[in-house]
């Protein structure tokens, strides 16, 4: 038996750790030539700093956001909401205001193209009555930040029907530090309070892989590749902290007095409550098709507050277009997405809708 040489094995690992190292080297170089990679998705100026709600869109801008997928154009009224002006309320109009994050903002799709702008259309089929839609979707809302925003329009939008739009993926951890506490405007920019005031000193695993995500064109290149790649084969199926599924008790609670809130505040505003569950895309095309905890909270809570409620995990898994729902990459509705949600809504009964005066 040959004997092994450990000058040579070294000689070979150090030859083949520079090589490698030589194509890292060249890939990132490549692709910050002839495919450099989105870093900065939201644009400056898109938000504005609030003393109730932490940040809200910045009234009257107008901008893109821009992503390896699409580039959408939007704007933003004198109200911080996403679309056109709109004047008061009238007789004989339904009202409903949409509260939620950047799936209800609408990432990646045109203003006419959001379930908000879908739902509008339906609902406004079934009835005589005028029915507006107005899209209050904020990009990194919790429901807590909603409460707060809901708190600052409510009394002038007069809605009727309040839709809050719960993302199992993040809506727990925004919720334990929300806007108006973990958020500022930096140069036209939105960052965390914690990314000016913490000086670190030692960093987790995560945080380093954030960071090569954040900075380095190939890490962000193959890290979404491989994420999607990952969860078409149902690598990522278990990762319960990855898809928001790890919440404690306390994160319970604080979502659960956070919609007796809202029950509370829309009873004061004579509007009616819908709650809209929605997931992460792998959650919609995982092979494993249990029940997830969040699912099982929101059906709880809704019960418990008497209140009406979408499951879109449900009603996306049912779909033989489900894999058309998400970008594959951004991880956001398509325009096919948003129209199926809507769909949802619209077949939900509102004796409401058909009787507003």
């Avoid at 005589?128 to 409460?147: F, H, S």
């Avoid at 290149?221 to 928001?244: D, H, P, Q």
Wanted: glycine letters at 8%; aromatic letters at 12%.
């Amino acid at each position: 038996m040959k004997s092994i040489n450990i000058k040579d094995l070294i000689k070979n690992l150090t030859l083949l750790l520079i090589s490698v190292v030589i194509m890292l080297i060249l890939f990132e170089v490549f692709l910050r030539l002839f495919k450099p990679q989105i870093f900065e998705i939201h644009p400056q100026g898109m938000y504005a700093a609030n003393p109730r709600a932490g940040y809200v869109l910045n009234p009257g801008f107008n901008g893109s956001i821009k992503r390896e997928e699409f580039t959408q154009y939007f704007r933003v009224n004198d109200k911080s909401f996403r679309g056109k002006d709109y004047s008061p309320k009238n007789p004989g109009t339904y009202r409903i205001l949409l509260l939620g994050d950047s799936y209800a903002f609408g990432f990646g799709v045109k203003e006419n193209e959001t379930f908000g702008a879908y739902l509008e259309q339906c609902l406004s089929h079934k009835t005589n009555n005028k029915v507006e839609v107005l899209n209050a979707g904020v990009p990194g809302y919790g429901t807590v930040d909603q409460l707060n925003f809901l708190k600052l329009c409510g009394e002038e939008i007069k809605p009727d029907m309040i839709i809050v739009q719960f993302l199992s993926v993040n809506d727990f951890e925004e919720n334990r530090d929300p806007a108006v506490e973990r958020s500022v405007i930096t140069n036209g920019y939105l960052t965390g309070k914690s990314d000016n005031e913490k000086e670190k000193t030692s960093f987790s695993l995560s945080e380093i892989m954030y960071w090569l995500k954040s900075n380095l064109h190939s890490a962000k290149f193959v890290s979404e590749r491989l994420g999607y790649l990952a969860m078409k084969t149902g690598l990522m199926g278990n990762m319960e902290s990855f898809w928001g599924e790890d919440f404690t008790e306390d994160d319970k609670k604080i979502a659960r007095d956070a919609f007796h809130e809202f029950v509370n505040y829309a009873s004061h505003l004579n509007a009616e409550i819908l709650l809209l569950y929605t997931v992460g895309q792998g959650q919609v095309i995982s092979k494993e098709q249990g029940e997830l905890p969040s699912e099982r909270f929101i059906s709880e809570v809704a019960a418990a507050e008497e209140i009406k409620w979408i499951n879109t995990l449900r009603e996306m898994r049912k779909r033989s277009d489900r894999n058309d729902l998400y970008y594959p990459i951004d991880g956001h509705w398509t325009p096919r997405g948003h129209f199926a949600v809507a769909e949802m809504i619209c077949k939900t009964q509102f004796p409401s809708v058909l009787t507003a005066k």
